[in-house]
């Protein structure tokens, strides 16, 4: 499918590997929703890309404020006629925290935990499980009766996650898992389900990483030997909205690094 003149709904969109996804789409002349919790950088972002784009501030882990972004999202549909081809749902938080804290003696808070599924997990799926219904509705492309595509992105985490990475390995496990069965279910709509599993990319979330950690990661890095880049997740983005036998899969892109158990 051609990004050019549809509307793709981008959560996280206003950091990272979401904001260079949405930067490219637009340069591709898609037009970009932006669902975020930075307002500030919202209205930024939306300045600087102008006509075919929009922010809504939302929290993914509460299911009124995704339906009311979705909503917002479809009545700007509506007045630009432009489809939503897909939804790229990249917003996550990291969360550091062993099961269990030898020097406290205690084990991580459930809250800390919720807090992790809450927006990695429950977020992606609650925001496709709205956005869905809209893009059924879809007029199918030619050849293949497309209607869209659903990308959403895991971690090297989930195969090789760390110590500490208890909580953000299960959301991201979970996200690798669920892609093969959400292609099948919506197989029959022509919609496509395809996950991105990055290893360390350069964003706000990993500048907060402990320079330990980093250079722990920077020693079994294969090749190339640095952190990938935003525009190199968003590249492979628009490949997999552009190539139709992309789907039901989880695309690993890392460089060939394993991370490792110790630090
Ligand atoms: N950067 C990496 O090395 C890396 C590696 C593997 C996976 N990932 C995943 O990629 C995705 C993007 O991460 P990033 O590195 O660009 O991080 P980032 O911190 O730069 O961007 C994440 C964005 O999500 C938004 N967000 C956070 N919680 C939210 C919520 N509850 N509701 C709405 N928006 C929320 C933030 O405001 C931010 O704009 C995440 O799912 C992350 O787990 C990142």
């Not at 997990?121 to 893009?135: A, E, K, N």
Request: proline letters at 5%; aromatic letters at 4%.
């Amino acid at each position: 499918m051609k990004p050019e003149n549809r509307t793709f709904i981008i959560s996280g969109g206003c950091s990272g590997l979401g904001l260079a996804t949405a930067r490219d789409l637009h340069k591709a002349g898609a037009y970009v929703s932006l669902l975020d919790l930075n307002s500030g950088a919202g209205e930024k972002i939306v300045k600087e890309l102008g006509e075919r784009s929009r922010f809504f501030e939302v929290d993914v882990s509460d299911t009124a404020s995704v339906e009311k972004a979705v909503n917002g999202s479809m009545e700007w549909v509506q007045r630009t006629g432009k489809e939503v081809g897909g939804v790229i749902a990249a917003a996550g938080v990291g969360g550091a925290a062993k099961i269990f804290d030898a020097r406290s003696e205690s084990p991580v808070p459930i809250s800390q935990i919720d807090f992790v599924m809450n927006i990695n997990l429950r977020g992606t799926l609650d925001l496709i499980r709205l956005v869905v219904p809209h893009m059924v509705k879809n007029k199918p492309t030619v050849p293949d009766n497309e209607r869209g595509v659903l990308i959403m992105v895991s971690s090297s985490a989930a195969f090789d996650g760390q110590p500490g990475q208890v909580a953000y390995a299960a959301s991201k496990g979970a996200i690798a898992s669920l892609t093969l069965p959400l292609a099948r279910d919506l197989a029959r709509h022509g919609i496509r389900a395809v996950t991105i599993a990055p290893s360390l990319f350069e964003s706000a979330m990993t500048a907060m990483l402990p320079e330990k950690a980093r250079k722990s990661l920077e020693r079994v890095m294969e090749f190339p030997i640095r952190p990938g880049k935003p525009e190199e997740f968003s590249s492979l983005v628009l490949q997999s909205i552009e190539n139709t036998m992309l789907n039901g899969t989880v695309l690993r892109l890392d460089g060939g690094m394993r991370m490792p158990s110790k630090m």
